[in-house]
């Protein structure tokens, strides 16, 4: 009796472990990408500066850097500006005051705001859209240096949600990531490495 359960027990056991190894269907792995994309948050440029941001009069006259990022992140609605004097605590003593313009969120922007703050730094900068998978061009078995992975997948991706902003060419032209990414939908392929773990599959650790 012992030996007949063994028998019918081997088969199905060797089947269940066939079926936990197999490769997902196209579905299940736009689903596993798309559910790691929509985790890491939409796309973002960064300034480098928290708000307020304040541009120096020489600064705006040379039209360029900070100057022109804020002028054109104010044409596209995202900021807004006044002349102002940004008086700042002298370390010996006294206070200096310099004439600046003054850039905050706008109303309109500040839906796309994000600002982060490191130990030592902050950051604000607007999001334009979260990418997810577009479409599927290449699947194939992970190289062996890399154990954890065990399969790699090649995939163009969209952004369903870009804002409008980012579409004007004036705002790709400051930012550059900005241009890389959307003109990138549908055409640049980016690879990731997906891991079958006993939980199903999921993107490895990157």
């Given at each position: 009796?012992?030996?007949?359960?063994?028998?019918v027990?081997g088969?199905?056991?060797?089947l269940s472990?066939?079926k936990?190894?197999?490769?997902p269907?196209?579905?299940?792995?736009?689903?596993?990408?798309d559910?790691?994309?929509?985790?890491?948050g939409p796309?973002?440029?960064?300034?480098?500066?928290?708000?307020?941001?304040?541009?120096?009069?020489?600064?705006l006259?040379?039209?360029?850097?900070?100057a022109?990022?804020?002028?054109?992140?104010?044409?596209?609605?995202?900021?807004?500006s006044?002349?102002?004097?940004?008086?700042?605590?002298?370390?010996?003593?006294?206070?200096?005051?310099?004439d600046?313009?003054r850039?905050?969120?706008?109303?309109?922007?500040k839906?796309?705001l994000?600002?982060?703050?490191?130990?030592?730094?902050?950051?604000?900068?607007?999001?334009y859209?979260?990418?997810?998978?577009?479409?599927?061009s290449?699947l194939?078995d992970?190289?062996?240096?890399h154990?954890?992975i065990?399969?790699?997948?090649?995939?163009?991706?969209?952004?369903?949600?870009?804002a409008?902003?980012?579409?004007r060419?004036d705002?790709?032209?400051?930012?550059?990531?900005?241009r890389?990414?959307v003109?990138?939908?549908s055409?640049t392929?980016?690879?990731i490495?997906?891991?079958l773990?006993?939980?199903?599959w999921?993107?490895?650790?990157?």
């Open positions: 009796m012992r030996n007949s359960l063994y028998i027990i088969p199905l056991l060797l472990g066939c936990n190894l197999s490769k269907n196209d579905a299940e792995i736009k689903s596993v990408i559910q790691y994309l929509a985790s890491h796309s973002c440029t960064w300034l480098g500066q928290p708000f307020p941001v304040n541009v120096t009069k020489a600064q006259s040379r039209n360029e850097g900070v022109l990022q804020m002028t054109t992140l104010e044409k596209a609605g995202l900021v807004q006044l002349e102002t004097v940004n008086r700042t605590q002298n370390p010996l003593g006294g206070v200096t005051e310099q600046v313009r850039y905050e969120p706008a109303s309109a922007g839906p796309y994000r600002q982060v703050r490191a130990v030592l730094t902050e950051s604000a900068g607007f999001c859209g979260t990418k997810s998978v577009d479409s599927l290449e194939s992970s190289p062996s240096p154990p954890d065990s399969m790699q997948v090649t995939y163009t991706y969209k952004i369903a949600d870009l409008p902003w980012a579409r060419p705002v790709q032209n400051e930012f550059g990531d900005i890389t990414a003109t990138g939908i055409r392929a980016e690879t490495g997906l891991q773990t006993d939980k199903g999921k993107v490895a650790d990157q």
